[in-house]
Structures are given as structure tokens and as C-alpha cells.
């Protein structure tokens, strides 16, 4: 074994002590500039602390790449969906004329909407990739109204962090924080490749958030809560992902 | 001792292992994700419904993946993504330290570009022979990198590894919203995903040629040497 000199053992302590003076520093700045995930403690916290930071630092505005008509896949994936039970079959036989979507939290003024009203609401179209976590993906025209519109209209608190969605299947919620909930794809969308939402690809109603895996667009959408302390809901981890071992951001 | 008579730098020791780590993590975490979807395509997109390039013949962790298995194996994805992505920042960090402080100092160009005298044909020639007849090196080679050893390191460190660093940040939906270039240049998400496991396999096989040869050389005294930094050869050779 080589000896380590008086030398060499001072430059470590001194590398030591500014590593560690640096990441306390980065620490708060980080968690200043919203750069920490929710689920940034445990053992993999560095790593998805890491990956979130530089993926917002390097993509808070980027747009998720669109495509061709063409591109769009003739047999598209709906992935496999748990039974959905009576009170959902009841709605859907109505057409979902009584689908409501709650919207609480940091609002100036809490709202619910109907599928016809949200359908009224301004927009948009885009022909994005949606990949699965494992591994298989399409492409497909999703259409609905801009997350960011029904934030505006229930007047979202500029101090909000994250918005919150609930899914009809209750063990499902997610949340995104603002970077995506403002993003203009990211949409509630209620239709896809033309026609109405498909049950299987979560019709009535489903948020799409293009920038992030399959399991971030959520299907059969009920509530939104916008809130300014992720941390309250369910586990502290931001969503139901981590509390079933996968990660709260879903970028990668 | 001094670091003149080293082998390998404490840098070189400390950042061999730590890709050892990364790469073992790295290796079996992105193996597992494979069993969720065990089936590669070519282009932008693939599932399921469409003709996948070749599809591994294990069985799945998802009921989804026609395997032929009459079972489903147990999801294992989360941990398998947390640990991938972990991994990957200690793998890129570390290298990003080696390389850095290696052309900084010289590393490279002392240690690892092969001398023109070395890259002739008939030289190369009879280093492949003697490495096919797996005859041991001679002592003094414990002290250099013999001329496949050279060729073979750069391309790993200058060409395998930022290729799968690369395919893998173009499966990234967020990474290639800001860079869509990283993906559209290999031809689509999908062509990306196969290009990692094909890359995978090829730094599979240079870790198994790599170790086959430290047992050929002499295990106990080359890992000696990657941990401690002394070789003894010398001595002994003379």
C-alpha cells in the first residue's frame, strides 16, 4: 500500500470540505429554483435529483417533438386497463353527459366543469409520440383543451408549484409541476386521431403530457388540485408512482 | 513510493472502479427493463401491433408481450429505472473526471495512443496472433498497454461510451424535446433503444475479453495493480 503523504492528505480534506460546502449550497439553491423532486429522499434521491435538475434546467420550455400526419400509427397501443366498474359503465351508457371535472386548491375561485363544457373550452391538436416506461411506443393526434387554459380560467395562484390529478380509478393520481402544467401540449385531451377519446385509450377524458412517459398521462381525468405544497398528499413522494417504486418524473 | 513508479494513477484506479460499479448497476438494471418489453424495433415507434426488428426469446414481466410462456415474470421496473438512471449519472460524471483530467495531463497520449511504428500491419498482425494463441505477455508488459490493448481501450472510452450515452438520452421524451437532433439523427426513438442494446452487447464483450485476458496476464497481480497501483513484474523480470 502506498503511504499518503502529509500533502496529499491535506488537499483531500480540503477537496472534502469544498465538496461538501458546494453541495449544501447547491442543495438550497436548488430547492429554491423548484430543481428537487418530490421523491428525492432514499437512496436513489441523488440520481433522480440529478436527472430532474438538468432536465429542467435544460428543457423548461422545450417542445416535445410532432409529427406527420403520416407518422400517425395505424394500430395504436391501449395498454391494459383495469375494470372500470358499474358507476363508469352508468356514466358511459349516458355518453358521459354527467362526467365532472373538479378543479380545488390554490384557485381563486373552485370550479367544476362537464365533458361538454371542457369541449367548448379553446383547442388544441398535436401528433405526438406517447412512450410506454417499458419500452414500446405510437404516435397519435390527441386533441383537448390546454391544462394551462383551465388553470387560467380558475385563476391558479402564481405561487402554485404542482398541479395534482385524480384519476376515476382512485389508486391512479399524478402530478406535474408547473413547467409541464403550463406547457402549451399538455393538454386534457377528450379526443384522438380525430373522434372522440376511446374508453380504452381513457376517454372520457385524459391528461396528456407530452414531454414525460405514458404513465404521467393519466387516464379518466375527475380532479385537479393545485397546490403550492406537494408534499401533503398522499405518501409526500408527489404521486402514486413512487409510492410504487417508480419515479415521480417520468422525463427519461 | 512515488507516483513515478506507479502503474496507474490513483485517478485511473479510482475511476476504473467506479465505471466497474456503474456498469455492473447498468447492466443488470437495463437488463430487467429489457424483460418488460423484450422485443426491439427499428424507426420511431414499435409495440405489439407492429413487426418488431427480433424479440428475445425469454419470458416477460408484462401479460402484454406475446412470449410463448405460459407465465409472467414479477415487475421489477421500478428500482431497475431509479438504479439505470443513477448508475448512468456515475457513469457519466466519472468519465467525464477521467477524461478531463486525462488530456489534461497527458494520459492518453503517453499511455494509449498506439506509436506509429505499432500500427503497421505486420505489428498488428503478430499482436493478434499472439493474443489468439493467448500467449501470456511477457513481464515489461506489465508496465504498458500492448497495441491491441491501446486500440481497443480508446475506442471504448472515445466511441462505445458516448454512443450509449448518446442513444440512451435519445430515448429520453424531455432530453429530445430540447434536442431533438440526439434522436432524429439515429433514425428515431425506437432505432435509439435497439442501437443500446446492441452497444450493450458490444461492451459486454469487451468487459469479457478484458477480464479473460487479466486472468491470461495473471489476475491476482493486475487487479493488484489497479487497486494499489504497484506491479511487481519488474522485480521479477529481472
Redesign the interface.
Known amino acids: 500500500?502506498?503511504?499518503l503523504s502529509r500533502r496529499q492528505l491535506i488537499t483531500a480534506g480540503a477537496v472534502t470540505a469544498a465538496g461538501a460546502g458546494g453541495l449544501a449550497v447547491a442543495a438550497k439553491l436548488a430547492h429554491r429554483y423548484g430543481l428537487v423532486p418530490p421523491d428525492s429522499g432514499g437512496v436513489?434521491g441523488?440520481?433522480?435529483t440529478?436527472?430532474y435538475a438538468a432536465?429542467r434546467l435544460?428543457?423548461r420550455h422545450?417542445?416535445?417533438?410532432e409529427?406527420a400526419r403520416s407518422?400517425i400509427?395505424a394500430?395504436?397501443?391501449q395498454?391494459?386497463v383495469a375494470p372500470l366498474g358499474d358507476e363508469f359503465k352508468r356514466l358511459q351508457a349516458a355518453g358521459f353527459k354527467d362526467w365532472q371535472l373538479k378543479v380545488d386548491g390554490l384557485v381563486a375561485e373552485p370550479k367544476t366543469f362537464s365533458l361538454a363544457e371542457l369541449r367548448s373550452f379553446p383547442r388544441r391538436s398535436h401528433i405526438t409520440?406517447i412512450?410506454?416506461?417499458?419500452?414500446?411506443?405510437?404516435?397519435g393526434e390527441w386533441t383537448g383543451v390546454p391544462l394551462a387554459h383551465v388553470l387560467e380560467v380558475v385563476g391558479a395562484a402564481p405561487l402554485a408549484t404542482h398541479v395534482v390529478y385524480h384519476s376515476f380509478q382512485t389508486e391512479w393520481w399524478e402530478s406535474v409541476d408547473m413547467a409541464d402544467a403550463l406547457h402549451p401540449q399538455t393538454l386534457l385531451a377528450h379526443g384522438m386521431n380525430g373522434g372522440e377519446l376511446p374508453v380504452g385509450f381513457g376517454g372520457p377524458l385524459r391528461m396528456r403530457v407530452?414531454?414525460?412517459?405514458g404513465y404521467k398521462s393519466v387516464k379518466y381525468i375527475t380532479h385537479l388540485t393545485v397546490t403550492d405544497n406537494i408534499k401533503q398528499f398522499g405518501k409526500g413522494l408527489g404521486s402514486a408512482s413512487p409510492e410504487?417504486?417508480?419515479?415521480w418524473f417520468a422525463?427519461? | 513510493?512515488t507516483e513515478a513508479s506507479?502503474r496507474h494513477s490513483f485517478l485511473v484506479r479510482l475511476t476504473h472502479w467506479l465505471t466497474t460499479l456503474a456498469f455492473l448497476a447498468l447492466l443488470v438494471s437495463g437488463l430487467e427493463?429489457?424483460v418488460?418489453?423484450p422485443?426491439f424495433y427499428w424507426g420511431?415507434?414499435?409495440?405489439?401491433?407492429?413487426q418488431p426488428l427480433f424479440q428475445i426469446p425469454i419470458p416477460s414481466s408484462?401479460?402484454?408481450v406475446p412470449t410463448g410462456y405460459g407465465y409472467t415474470l414479477p415487475d421489477q421496473?421500478?428500482?431497475s429505472?431509479?438504479?439505470h438512471?443513477?448508475?448512468?449519472?456515475l457513469l457519466v460524471l466519472t468519465g467525464l473526471l477521467y477524461v478531463g483530467v486525462g488530456l489534461f495531463r497527458g494520459h492518453f497520449r503517453h499511455a494509449l495512443v498506439p506509436a506509429r511504428s505499432e500500427l503497421s500491419a505486420k505489428r498488428l498482425m503478430s499482436s493478434v496472433v499472439e493474443h489468439l494463441r493467448f500467449k501470456r505477455p511477457v513481464p515489461e508488459e506489465a508496465w504498458s498497454y500492448n497495441v491491441l490493448q491501446r486500440i481497443s481501450y480508446l475506442l471504448v472510452v472515445f466511441l462505445a461510451f458516448p454512443l450509449i450515452i448518446w442513444t440512451g438520452?435519445a430515448?429520453?421524451?424531455?432530453?429530445?424535446?430540447?434536442?431533438?437532433a440526439a434522436?432524429?439523427l439515429l433514425g428515431g426513438?425506437?432505432s435509439a433503444?435497439t442501437l443500446h442494446f446492441f452497444l450493450t452487447g458490444a461492451l459486454v464483450l469487451f468487459l469479457l475479453v478484458h477480464v479473460l485476458m487479466v486472468i491470461l496476464a495473471g489476475f491476482w497481480t493486475r487487479v493488484r495493480a489497479m487497486i494499489?497501483?504497484?506491479a511487481t513484474a519488474r522485480k521479477e523480470g529481472v
Do not use: D
Open positions: 500500500m502506498s503511504k436513489y441523488p440520481g433522480e440529478l436527472t432536465q435544460l428543457t422545450s417542445m416535445a417533438r409529427f407518422q400509427s394500430k395504436p397501443l395498454n391494459e409520440m412512450q410506454c416506461e417499458e419500452g414500446w411506443s405510437y404516435i407530452t414531454r414525460q412517459l410504487a417504486g417508480y419515479a422525463g427519461i | 513510493m506507479e427493463l429489457v418488460s418489453h422485443r420511431e415507434v414499435g409495440n405489439v401491433n407492429t408484462r401479460s402484454l421496473n421500478g428500482w429505472r431509479y438504479l438512471f443513477q448508475s448512468a449519472w438520452l430515448m429520453s421524451p424531455s432530453f429530445v424535446s430540447a434536442f431533438p434522436v432524429n426513438q425506437q433503444r494499489t497501483g504497484r
